[in-house]
């Protein structure tokens, strides 16, 4: 929980359905009471736990996301969407073909079952970050031949050669999200994690702050402010 400069009270809050044990139908009316706004972080989406790939902050897994809050009782104009700015990838299980389809392919063990210790076979970094030598090669071609998914929504790459599968988001991811999630499910916010990790070239805030600004332009919302966290 964070209390802003101006007062406003916020929780930062999951996004995976596994993780929402504190957050139930019967605790978040109590929890909403106290609060003013709900950042759902929609992303991380994957992580260490999964065993097959599929997008971080895909637009199909943020929406499930959003739906479950609100449906357990946070108004949507309470809520609020979030940005990654960072890119992670994920190493898949060197016998699976995921030529044939990158999302959902198996990847390798990430984190000891026993322990919950990092395998190392995952990991991401900031755009702002310099890359790890160790992933360089691979980060650059998903530079180069990354691609949006249109049916989950998501920007990934998978590197046959090195076996890496990354996901990460766009400009041109961001401003889907709009029309996708904030629009059709009229929620009173954004916010991203965090301000100095795009700060190489801003390109993710400017692109939030655009998309966010039609928005707001579009619905003003009906609670009488509104707050991006940007």
């Known amino acids: 929980m964070a209390l802003g ?43 260490r736990r999964d065993t097959v790939t599929k997008h971080h902050t895909g637009i199909t897994l943020s929406l499930a996301a959003v739906d479950t809050y609100l449906e357990r009782g946070v108004p949507a104009v309470k809520a609020h969407l979030g940005f990654p700015f960072y890119i992670k990838w ?30 190392g076979h995952a990991g991401g970094f900031c755009w702002v970050d310099n890359v790890p030598g160790e992933v360089a090669t691979s980060y650059a071609k998903a530079m180069e031949n990354g691609q949006y998914d249109p049916d989950d929504g998501g920007h990934y790459y998978w590197d046959p050669e090195e076996k890496i599968f990354w996901s990460w988001e766009t400009p041109e991811s961001i401003a889907l999200k709009f029309p996708a999630i904030m629009e059709k499910k009229s929620l009173g916010g954004v916010f991203a994690w965090g301000l100095g990790e795009d700060s190489k070239d801003w390109r993710h805030v400017k692109a939030l702050t655009a998309a966010y600004r039609r928005y707001h332009h579009l619905d003003p919302g009906s609670s009488g402010w509104r707050k991006d966290e940007l």
């Open 90 to 119: 994920f190493r898949t299980d060197p016998k699976a073909n995921c030529s044939i389809n990158p999302l959902g392919c198996p990847t390798l063990l990430l984190e000891d079952p026993s322990t919950g210790a990092d395998l």
């Open 5 to 47: 400069p101006d007062k406003l009270i916020a929780a930062a809050v999951p996004g995976l359905l596994r993780d929402l044990i504190a957050f139930t139908a019967e605790t978040i009316p109590l929890i909403d009471a106290s609060l003013d706004f709900w950042n759902i972080m929609t992303y991380d989406l994957m992580n």
